[in-house]
Nanobody, 120 residues
Framework: VQLQASGGGLVQAGDSLRLSCTAS????????MGWFRQTPGKEYELVAG????????YYAESVKGRFTISRDNAKNTVYLQMNSLKPEDTAVYYC??????????????WGRGTQVTVSS
């Protein structure tokens, strides 16, 4: 199983980025997908999650109204559109496949992270 994330980079505050994560080796449409982020010294934070069908997305309070998670099951890909980026969004972002039903219950697979750096 591979989850290949891409789209990170260095941007200025207020800019936008779109992260993509393409999965292989698993039945993508059977999994909920999530985006987590981690900054040095902090635990992983679930930023956004989406069910297998694309419904009922979850967003952390800190990103509500700015980030949008979506998925394309035909392309085995999950996206995270990040708008109005802030310096505090700076982190390594990871995609994950697991189980989400109101809350994120379990991570079955992790992808490699992609760095997002937002300068002020």
């Amino acid at each position: 199983v591979q989850l290949q994330a891409s789209g990170g980079g260095l941007v200025q505050a207020g800019d936008s980025l779109r992260l993509s994560c393409t999965a292989s080796g698993l039945m993508f449409s059977s999994y909920s997908m999530g985006w987590f982020r981690q900054t040095p010294g902090k635990e992983y934070e679930l930023v956004a999650g989406i069910t297998w069908s694309g419904g009922d997305p979850y967003y952390a309070e800190s990103v509500k109204g700015r980030f949008t998670i979506s998925r394309d099951n035909a392309k085995n890909t999950v996206y995270l559109q990040m708008n109005s980026l802030k310096p505090e969004d700076t982190a390594v972002y990871y995609c994950a496949a697991g189980q989400y039903a109101g809350t994120w219950r379990r991570t079955d697979y992790w992808g490699r992270g992609t760095q997002v750096t937002v300068s002020s």
